[in-house]
């Protein structure tokens, strides 16, 4: 079944779709999994209003920074260029359908803090807050 509905507004990353002109009008073509975050018709986009789709989860990031051994912070992107993997769990998709249909349980909850994989995150700005969509195949811990 289909996760979308007609009217529903949905933020998907920024080098997936195909643009199509149809009518005169340029539009995206998108998979559902290409879908990170969608929003209900009417509704504003704000994270009270997200949804994530399949196993998707919406994390908040927690900002990394070091203190070397003199007391002196140290951002992480000094260090190296990554951005941080380890968040808060804020919206949790309702799991992915298995080959016979039933929807296989999410493993982890809002409130959650979990570590995901390096670079595995879509990020995506809801309001005026920066959030991550990562695959539950791409959590390694939760705690």
């Known amino acids: 079944p289909m996760p979308l509905s007609i009217g529903e ?6 080098f997936d779709g195909e643009e ?5 009008a340029t539009h995206t073509l998108i998979r559902d999994d ?32 070091m203190e070397s051994t003199g007391g002196i912070l140290i951002s992480a992107t000094s260090k190296k260029a990554s951005v941080s993997s380890i968040g808060e769990v804020v919206k949790v998709g309702p799991g992915r359908l298995a ?6 349980e999410m493993d982890v909850e809002v409130g ?4 995901f994989r390096d670079f595995a995150a879509q990020e995506v700005d ?14 390694l811990a939760k705690f």
């Open 20 to 24: 199509v002109t149809y009518n005169g």
């Open 34 to 65: 290409d879908v990170l975050v969608k929003f209900p018709k009417g509704s504003g986009k704000t994270l009270d209003d997200a949804e994530v789709l399949w196993d998707s989860v919406l994390v908040k990031v927690v900002e990394e920074t």
């Open 99 to 104: 080959f016979n249909g039933v929807v296989m």
């Open 112 to 115: 959650d803090f979990v570590k």
């Open 126 to 139: 809801i309001g005026d807050e920066d959030y991550a969509v990562v695959r539950m195949s791409d959590l």
């Open 9 to 14: 507004s949905v933020a998907f990353g920024k």
